[in-house]
């Protein structure tokens, strides 16, 4: 796998691109899951934990996950990148350009996510790479949610000597 330095701006420009890699692997989201979510986050929502009105009430005749659960699973959804970036000291999300739920996720689908480069800066504190996600349930074709994430890397800190 190929490694560029979070400060090579330059490099990092060279896989901006218009396509996207691969898809991950997929996760399944259970209602066990959902549940959780709501206990957690306090939001008992019925289209989210209530399986038998969801049923009878909801359009999507289940329940369906929140969609800041489906956020949230990003960091499970492992995919195998041609190329990562190396040399930081740490990284911190630095929020979102852009964030929309499309569709839905079914309780007991599984989802799946893709990624592309969108745009690197530098700056002052480090290297900023906005990067474009789409979760996707599998089989389907329209998009769960898309995100354009922001994320600065940073150098790595100095230690004082003593």
């Known amino acids: 796998m190929e490694e560029i330095r979070f400060d090579d701006v330059e490099k990092l420009r060279t896989k901006i691109s218009d396509a996207f890699s691969e898809w991950s692997e997929s996760i399944e989201v259970t209602q066990d899951m959902i549940n959780r979510f709501a206990e957690l986050t306090g939001d008992h929502?019925?289209?989210?934990?209530?399986?038998e009105r969801a049923k009878r009430e909801s359009p999507f005749r289940t329940t369906i996950?929140?969609?800041?659960?489906?956020?949230?699973?990003?960091?499970?959804?492992?995919?195998?990148?041609?190329?990562?970036i190396a040399g930081y000291g740490n990284a911190t999300n630095y929020g979102a350009d852009k964030l929309?739920?499309?569709?839905?996720?079914?309780?007991?689908?599984?989802?799946?996510?893709?990624s592309r480069l969108v745009?690197?800066?530098?700056?002052?504190?480090?290297?900023?790479?906005?990067?474009?996600?789409?979760?996707?349930?599998?089989?389907?074709?329209?998009?769960?949610?898309?995100?354009?994430?922001?994320?600065?890397?940073?150098?790595?800190?100095?230690?004082?000597a003593g």
């Open 45 to 51: 929502q019925w289209i989210h934990v209530d399986v």
């Open 65 to 84: 996950a929140h969609g800041f659960l489906t956020l949230s699973l990003l960091p499970c959804m492992h995919s195998n990148p041609s190329w990562k």
């Open 100 to 114: 929309r739920f499309v569709s839905p996720v079914p309780a007991g689908a599984k989802v799946h996510a893709r």
């Open 119 to 160: 745009a690197v800066e530098g700056r002052p504190q480090g290297t900023q790479v906005k990067q474009e996600i789409q979760v996707q349930v599998v089989g389907q074709e329209r998009p769960a949610l898309i995100y354009e994430m922001l994320v600065l890397y940073h150098p790595p800190m100095k230690r004082a």
